[in-house]
């Protein structure tokens, strides 16, 4: 009894030239003769076919070693068992511990994760692989909204929420508040802002939340609900922040959400105690920000690097670079937003604001956004987006594949900066240098503010501090009056 990769979805998803490499060979197979003779092989074929749909070809590959270490340790313990959850996870996996060792196989293995340069302890692959059965056998929940779950799954939701599409945020936890009252009154206040607002902001929100409900478990276990909050307790809850709580360096945006927060829940339950409880002072002095970018130099070393990335993720670096947008702008450009006419431009869809413009292309990016849409129609077929997930083609490429694949290339090549540490994930810096470089071009602040997408033009004196050209420019007249001076005072005696 064998499930060929051939009857497989990953397998058929795979293009003509994939399928010659001799590692997409179809005549792999999972050999579910080797558990059990009872249901349980039934159960594992719905689970392989299922991770098929969802894992791709090479995944699926490593997993097969994996099921029939699986499948023998199953077969030596468990001859009679029907199903994997007729028993307790803790009881398998335990057993699991001693088949290992008296196999003298390893419990744990070191890794190396060489996107971050570092290695960290894991467990056998077989214990991975047990708890994603498990789960999958696990009698499903019931996958509706109720305001009582302290999880919320976002696609549960009855309305539809604002969220990057290159973030895979599929829920909202509200688990760590550990006040049962703090918890609903929280939760309400969540529920109406998801309605406004994003679900990044939401997530700060909670996160502000889940902070201070530690604070209070440990040294106010009395305070139940924030209708008994008070202005005492909140400059109690700040002395430790400031004083004794080593977590962050600035607590600035995290008290803004908690503030924000307080706010919605006292409208919602009309506590008075929560009006106005924050004071300005409240706040660490925000600091000038001073925006950094990249030199000519380190563009170079990047672009050299570009050569080990493969081609599409290579484009989009180069694309987000030229177009000076925000990273989840250039990576849900979809292909009905380009137009190759006799004026090519984009339409910028923005996910941070939502907000949209169009901004001009020329003869580079047209060739480099052709290739793109090329490539992936040629690999996937017609999709939106110009740059999608190898796991699922009608959303785009998320944020944190293009983070591995970025910080793999820098550990790989040891690229470092103009101060001799190594890259990071700088795909904002590629904005601000653009912004920088329309500085040095003397664009004027409209200008400027148009091409970068921002509705008015206070950002741009933060871009202006970077160029040197702009700073000799606007310092030239002070630096001038100073050169007369000098040059009065030294007559006679310089002579």
Same mark, same amino acid.
């Given at each position: 009894?064998?499930?060929?990769?051939?009857?497989?979805?990953?397998?058929?998803?795979?293009?003509?030239?994939?399928?010659?490499?001799?590692?997409?060979?179809?005549?792999?197979?999972?050999?579910?003769?080797?558990?059990?003779?009872?249901?349980?092989?039934?159960?594992?074929?719905?689970?392989?076919?299922?991770?098929?749909?969802?894992?791709?070809?090479?995944?699926?590959?490593?997993?097969?070693?994996?099921?029939?270490?699986?499948?023998?340790?199953?077969?030596?313990?468990?001859?009679?068992?029907?199903?994997?959850?007729?028993?307790?996870?803790?009881?398998?996996?335990?057993?699991?511990?001693?088949?290992?060792?008296?196999? @003298? &196989?390893? /419990? %744990? +293995?070191?890794?190396?994760? *060489?996107?971050?340069? #570092?290695? =960290? $302890?894991?467990?056998?692959?077989?214990?991975?692989?047990?708890?994603?059965?498990?789960?999958?056998?696990?009698?499903?929940?019931?996958?509706?909204?109720?305001?009582?779950?302290?999880?919320?799954?976002?696609?549960?939701?009855?309305?539809?929420?604002?969220?990057?599409?290159?973030?895979?945020?599929?829920?909202?936890?509200?688990?760590?508040?550990?006040?049962?009252?703090?918890?609903?009154?929280?939760?309400?206040?969540?529920?109406?802002?998801?309605?406004?607002?994003?679900?990044?902001?939401?997530?700060?929100?909670?996160?502000?939340?889940?902070?201070?409900?530690?604070?209070?478990?440990?040294?106010?276990?009395?305070?139940?609900?924030?209708?008994?909050?008070?202005?005492?307790?909140? @400059? &109690?809850? /700040? %002395? +430790?922040?400031?004083?004794? *709580?080593?977590?962050? #360096?600035? =607590? $600035?945006?995290?008290?803004?959400?908690?503030?924000?927060?307080?706010?919605?829940?006292?409208?919602?339950?009309?506590?008075?105690?929560?009006?106005?409880?924050?004071?300005?002072?409240?706040?660490?002095?925000?600091?000038?920000?001073?925006?950094?970018?990249?030199?000519?130099?380190?563009?170079?070393?990047?672009?050299?690097?570009?050569?080990?990335?493969?081609?599409?993720?290579?484009?989009?670096?180069?694309?987000?670079?030229?177009?000076?947008?925000?990273?989840?702008?250039?990576?849900?450009?979809?292909?009905?937003?380009?137009?190759?006419?006799?004026?090519?431009?984009?339409?910028?869809?923005?996910?941070?604001?939502?907000?949209?413009?169009?901004?001009?292309?020329?003869?580079?990016?047209?060739?480099? /956004?052709?290739?793109?849409?090329?490539?992936?129609?040629?690999?996937?077929?017609?999709?939106?987006?110009?740059?999608?997930?190898?796991?699922?083609?009608?959303?785009?490429?998320?944020?944190?594949?293009?983070?591995?694949?970025?910080?793999?290339?820098?550990?790989?090549?040891?690229?470092?900066?103009?101060?001799?540490?190594?890259?990071?994930?700088?795909?904002?810096?590629?904005?601000?240098?653009?912004?920088?470089?329309?500085?040095?071009?003397?664009?004027?602040?409209?200008?400027?503010?148009?091409?970068?997408?921002?509705?008015?033009?206070?950002?741009?004196?933060?871009?202006?501090?970077?160029?040197?050209?702009?700073?000799?420019?606007?310092?030239?007249?002070?630096?001038?009056?100073?050169?007369?001076?000098?040059?009065?005072?030294?007559?006679?005696?310089?002579?």
């Amino acid at each position: 009894m064998k499930l060929y990769f051939k009857d497989l979805p990953c397998y058929m998803n795979l293009t003509p030239d994939q399928r010659k490499h001799s590692l997409y060979a179809p005549k792999h197979a999972f050999d579910l003769s080797r558990l059990p003779p009872t249901d349980i092989r039934n159960d594992f074929a719905a689970f392989i076919y299922d991770r098929a749909e969802k894992i791709s070809f090479s995944s699926l590959r490593s997993e097969q070693t994996n099921f029939h270490n699986f499948a023998d340790f199953i077969t030596d313990t468990f001859p009679e068992i029907e199903h994997l959850t007729d028993l307790p996870l803790k009881d398998i996996e335990r057993r699991l511990r001693v088949y290992l060792l008296m196999n @003298e &196989e390893r /419990l %744990s +293995y070191e890794k190396y994760r *060489s996107e971050l340069g #570092k290695t =960290y $302890r894991a467990d056998n692959p077989m214990f991975y692989y047990l708890r994603a059965a498990y789960n999958y056998f696990l009698p499903k929940e019931d996958e509706g909204f109720s305001l009582e779950n302290d999880i919320w799954k976002l696609e549960s939701l009855p309305f539809p929420v604002r969220d990057s599409p290159i973030k895979e945020r599929k829920q909202i936890n509200f688990s760590k508040i550990r006040q049962e009252d703090i918890k609903k009154e929280i939760k309400d206040a969540a529920l109406y802002h998801l309605k406004r607002r994003s679900v990044s902001y939401v997530s700060v929100e909670i996160m502000a939340v889940n902070f201070l409900s530690e604070f209070l478990q440990k040294s106010f276990p009395e305070i139940i609900s924030l209708k008994d909050f008070s202005r005492e307790l909140l @400059e &109690e809850y /700040l %002395s +430790y922040l400031y004083l004794e *709580s080593k977590r962050k #360096k600035d =607590y $600035r945006t995290e008290l803004s959400a908690l503030k924000s927060i307080f706010i919605v829940v006292g409208k919602l339950y009309s506590y008075d105690n929560l009006k106005g409880i924050f004071l300005k002072s409240d706040f660490s002095k925000h600091k000038r920000t001073i925006y950094k970018s990249y030199s000519d130099a380190e563009l170079q070393r990047l672009h050299a690097g570009y050569k080990l990335l493969d081609k599409q993720t290579a484009r989009l670096l180069l694309i987000h670079e030229l177009l000076g947008l925000r990273i989840s702008d250039t990576m849900t450009l979809k292909k009905e937003n380009v137009f190759f006419g006799e004026k090519p431009h984009v339409k910028i869809c923005q996910p941070k604001t939502g907000n949209t413009y169009e901004k001009t292309i020329n003869e580079e990016l047209c060739s480099l /956004l052709k290739a793109s849409i090329e490539e992936t129609t040629s690999i996937y077929g017609d999709c939106d987006y110009i740059f999608v997930s190898d796991k699922d083609p009608t959303k785009p490429l998320t944020y944190a594949s293009l983070s591995y694949r970025f910080r793999t290339m820098v550990q790989t090549l040891d690229l470092l900066d103009d101060n001799g540490k190594p890259f990071t994930v700088g795909t904002h810096l590629l904005r601000h240098t653009y912004g920088k470089h329309l500085c040095d071009l003397f664009a004027d602040d409209a200008t400027i503010a148009a091409l970068l997408g921002h509705k008015s033009i206070s950002s741009v004196a933060y871009y202006r501090q970077m160029s040197p050209k702009t700073l000799a420019e606007s310092t030239k007249p002070v630096i001038d009056a100073r050169n007369e001076k000098i040059k009065k005072f030294k007559k006679g005696w310089m002579e």
